[in-house]
């Protein structure tokens, strides 16, 4: 795996005709201790959330029920992932910009975190992105 790209990740799936289940464990699908895990739900119809840049922080996100699209500019490139099985896990790198739409009807956000939350960490212009990104 070259984890300096973001890519979506096959996560194992236990096939069972009583559910089927998926699982994340750090050190084997992941290349990040796992610091802080959180969720986003009952997001209403059309909107958007994330437009922002982690200095540090790496992520997995994960569609646990339903779907969305999440799009990741590089400072030249736009990425775009569809997320619509539980078992996909989007691993995105730090320092690129990314945002998340489409969110399908109580679909449900899981996103695993390589930091603690801190608000230093986050860049909220895309301006102040291109420019942090000449400066590293
Ligand atoms: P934010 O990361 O901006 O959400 P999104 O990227 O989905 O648009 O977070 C929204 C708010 O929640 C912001 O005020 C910070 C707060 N927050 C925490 O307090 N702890 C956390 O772990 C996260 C992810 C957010």
């Known amino acids: 795996m ?3 790209k973001p890519q979506i990740i096959n ?3 236990i096939n069972d005709p ?3 289940l998926t699982f994340i464990e750090e050190g084997s699908h992941i290349p990040f201790d796992i610091k802080r895990v959180y969720w986003i739900y009952d ?4 909107q958007i959330r994330g437009g922002h840049a ?7 996100i994960v ?3 339903g779907s969305l699209d999440v799009t990741i500019n590089t400072g030249n490139t736009k990425i775009n992932f569809s997320l619509n099985r539980s078992y ?12 998340m739409e489409n969110f399908s009807t109580n679909s449900v956000v899981l996103v695993i975190s390589s930091t603690l939350y801190t608000e230093d960490d986050y860049i909220y212009s895309f301006r102040d ?8």
């Open 2 to 4: 070259n984890w300096d």
């Open 11 to 13: 996560l194992p799936k």
């Open 18 to 20: 009583r559910g089927n």
């Open 43 to 46: 997001v209403p119809g059309g």
């Open 54 to 60: 982690f200095k540090d922080q790496k992520e997995i």
């Open 63 to 65: 569609a646990l029920s």
């Open 88 to 99: 996909f896990g989007l691993y995105i790198p730090n320092g690129l910009w990314r945002h």
């Open 129 to 136: 992105f291109i420019n942090w990104q000449k400066l590293i």
